[in-house]
C-alpha cells in the first residue's frame, strides 16, 4: 500500500540554526531509517522512513533575511507540522523574528492547512547563566502575545527548556520524542492530517442587507480622497484612519502596482507589510497589531 509522506516544515530567520537542528532531530529519532538528503529549490530535504513503511520528510525553509515560499511557482506541499527557531542570544532581532512568525503562521495557516507547530528557543548556550532568564523572559513575552493572536488557529507548544541548544543539543531529544509521539498518532489514525476544514461561519451571523449596504458604500466612495491623495496619505503615514474600507483600498491600490510591475501575490503581501509596520512605527495605537471582524 502506498502511504503518503507526513510532511513538516522547520523555518527561521537565517544562522538561526536550522541545519543543526535538522542534525539532532536525525540523530535522535528512534526506528527509523534515513534516507539520505537531497535538494529542492536550494531547500534541505531529510527523509525518515518508519518500520510501518510511511515517511516523514523534514524540509528546511527560510534564512537570508526572509523566508521563502515552499513551493515557489508549483502548487502548495501540505504539511503536518511546523518547527519554527528563534535564536534567543540575538536579542537585536528578536522583534524581526517574531514579526517573521506571525507572517509565517498566516500564510502557511491559509495555504496548507497545517495547524501543529513547535517553537524552540534556540541557542540558550550561548547566552551567559545571569542573563539567560532575562533573555528567555522577554521572547516568550513576544511569543505569547503571537501565540494569543492565532488561538483556535494554531496549537502552538513553545519550548523553553532550561539550556535548549541545537549545538549541544541539550534538551533536544525531549523535543524529538514528542514529535515522535505525535507522528505516531497521525500514523495510527489516517488523515486528519491533511483534512482540516475550512472554519465554519458562526449560525448566528446574519450577512448585511446589500440595499442598505450600497448607499454606505457609495457614500464613503463620495466622501473618499481623491486616489492620488489616498496613497500620498499612506506613504507619508498621515492617512487619518484605519479601518476596514481603508485596510482594502490599499490592498487593492497594492496589487495594481505589483500587477504593472509583473509581481505575484507574495510580492504584493511583502509591500502590504512593509507599509503597514511603517505606518504602526508612526502611530502604533491607530495602526494596532489586531485582527478585523
Known amino acids: 500500500m502506498w502511504l503518503v509522506p507526513h ?36 531547500q534541505l530535504i531529510e527523509t525518515f522512513r518508519f518500520n510501518n513503511g510511511s515517511t516523514y520528510e523534514l524540509m528546511s525553509f527560510g534564512g537570508c533575511n526572509g523566508f521563502r515560499t515552499p513551493w515557489g511557482s508549483s502548487r502548495p506541499q501540505k504539511a503536518d507540522f511546523v518547527i519554527f527557531l528563534i535564536d534567543v542570544f540575538d536579542q537585536d532581532r528578536l522583534v524581526e523574528a517574531v514579526e517573521e512568525l506571525s507572517r509565517s503562521m498566516s500564510f502557511i495557516r491559509n495555504e496548507t492547512e497545517c495547524c501543529d507547530m513547535w517553537i524552540l528557543l534556540n541557542k540558550q548556550d550561548l547566552v551567559p547563566d545571569a542573563l539567560r532568564e532575562q533573555y528567555v523572559g522577554k521572547a516568550r513575552r513576544y511569543l505569547d502575545s503571537v501565540d494569543a493572536q492565532w488561538a483556535g488557529d494554531w496549537t502552538v507548544r513553545i519550548v523553553d527548556t532550561p539550556g535548549l541548544s541545537a549545538r549541544t543539543s541539550d534538551g533536544m531529544q525531549a523535543v524529538v520524542d514528542e514529535i515522535a509521539e505525535f507522528l505516531k498518532d497521525r500514523c495510527a489514525t489516517g488523515p486528519p492530517r491533511h483534512a482540516v476544514g475550512k472554519p465554519q461561519v458562526s449560525q448566528d451571523y446574519v450577512p448585511p442587507d446589500l ?83
Open 211 to 293: 440595499k442598505l449596504l450600497e448607499p454606505q458604500i457609495l457614500e464613503a466612495n463620495e466622501a473618499a480622497p481623491s486616489s492620488d491623495a489616498f496613497w500620498r496619505s499612506i506613504t507619508d503615514c498621515k492617512i487619518e484612519s484605519w479601518d476596514h474600507y481603508n485596510h482594502l483600498r490599499v490592498g487593492y491600490f497594492v496589487m495594481l502596482d505589483a500587477a504593472g510591475a509583473g509581481k505575484g501575490i507574495i510580492a504584493c503581501s511583502d509591500v502590504f507589510v512593509l507599509l503597514l509596520n511603517r505606518l504602526r512605527e508612526a502611530d502604533s495605537k491607530k495602526f494596532p497589531k489586531s485582527p478585523h471582524r
Open 7 to 42: 510532511r513538516a516544515f522547520i523555518i527561521s530567520l537565517d544562522v538561526a540554526g536550522k541545519k543543526t537542528a535538522m542534525y539532532r532531530f536525525m540523530q535522535g529519532a528512534k526506528e527509523v531509517e534515513r534516507v539520505p538528503p537531497n535538494y529542492l529549490a536550494g
